[in-house]
């Protein structure tokens, strides 16, 4: 019985430092069935930001569940251009339980994406459960 639909703006910033500034296309979509949160959208970069540490998506529309055993963790791909480039790079973001953001890495899980350049841009559609 519990459907809402909305628009959110997505946030990125480097783990242990720097943040990226979106451009003209910043906001993404959420739909929220029951306890089921989807997320979709594309949103470009704007300026060449200088991030360490791993790629982290914040503002999350809804705080991550909590279950028993880590039964709530996610993980999903993503993907990610680099620059003008036409060819990009699939990533995966992990969402540990109880959280309102996301790690973003290369898929050999210890790669950080540490580059983003101006035009890039991040795609993305990603379901997770929430308590809320």
């Known amino acids: ?38 997320l979709t959208g594309r949103v470009d970069v704007s300026g060449s930001p200088s991030l360490t540490g791993q790629l982290e998506m914040s503002n999350l529309p809804f705080t991550s569940s909590s279950l028993t055993d880590l039964a709530a963790y996610t993980v999903q791909y993503m993907f990610i251009t680099i620059g003008a480039s036409v060819t990009g790079n699939p990533c995966v973001i992990e969402i540990q339980e109880n959280q309102t953001e996301g ?26 459960f929430t308590d809320s």
């Open 103 to 128: 790690t973003i890495r290369l898929p050999d899980w210890t790669t950080a994406i540490g580059v983003l350049a101006d035009t890039s841009r991040i795609q993305f559609s990603l379901t997770y």
């Open 1 to 38: 019985d519990d459907y809402e639909e909305g628009t959110w703006i997505p946030s990125f910033a480097g783990s242990t430092g720097g943040t990226v500034t979106l451009g003209t296309n910043n906001t993404a979509a959420y739909t929220k069935i029951g306890r089921l949160v989807t």
